[in-house]
């Protein structure tokens, strides 16, 4: 741990995914104050703070071990605003300042926590509508026969299924993301990626 007691925290919610967005701006911070931070890492949702690199993460803050926490984007600590709030009267009591850096959110500041606690019910309201919409689309998939319940094609000779670069489109330009079409059409996303180019 270095004397500087600085932490940088990454999540991304699964393993098809990775911090290549995030670690580069972090580093660049951390040599901008020329830090040697700890790093932390969790795949993981961020619906539950149960996560092995978050709970490590918090006994070192505990411990007084941190003392400035940074991340990318608020959301990556967590997707829940009363989770989050929770962690922002967390830090401050151990006396711990959060930046995040896509953010411009620096807890220290009473603008800063104001802001904090408003990006918290983004993050959560944004969970809340991917989960509408994925619900959304599933539930069109189904009633097209493209879903079975359980991720997987409802069968490969369903003359139904012949639609899927179809709904593919049609649910992209109602603003649904490429993995919950691939979701709901029961297909990878590069299958999606495919329907979509052609």
């Known amino acids: 741990m270095s004397e500087n007691h600085t932490a940088l925290y990454l999540r991304v919610s699964s393993e098809s995914q990775d911090v290549k967005s995030q670690l580069p701006d972090l580093k660049r911070w951390a040599k901008a104050f020329d830090v040697e931070p700890e790093i932390y890492q969790d795949t993981a949702s961020g619906k539950s703070m149960d996560r092995p690199e978050w709970k490590r993460l918090e006994d070192d803050i505990r411990t007084g071990k941190i003392r400035t926490l940074v991340v990318w984007r608020i959301d990556r600590l967590g997707r829940t605003a009363s989770g989050l709030t929770a962690l922002f009267d967390d830090l401050k009591r151990y006396g711990v300042n959060l930046i995040s850096l896509k953010d411009g959110v620096d807890l220290s500041t009473p603008a800063g926590t104001m802001m904090a606690n408003v990006l918290a019910s983004v993050a959560q ?19 097209n026969g493209v879903y079975d319940g359980f991720g997987r094609k409802a069968g490969s000779l369903n003359k139904k299924n012949m639609r899927k670069p179809q709904r593919a489109v049609e649910l992209k330009n109602k603003g649904f993301k490429v993995t919950e079409i691939a979701e709901a059409l029961g297909v990878s996303r590069p299958t999606v990626y495919a329907y979509l180019k052609n």
């Not at 309201?125 to 009633?143: D, N, T, Y």
């Open 125 to 143: 309201f944004e969970r809340e509508v991917r989960a509408e919409r994925q619900a959304a689309g599933i539930a069109l998939a189904k009633e």
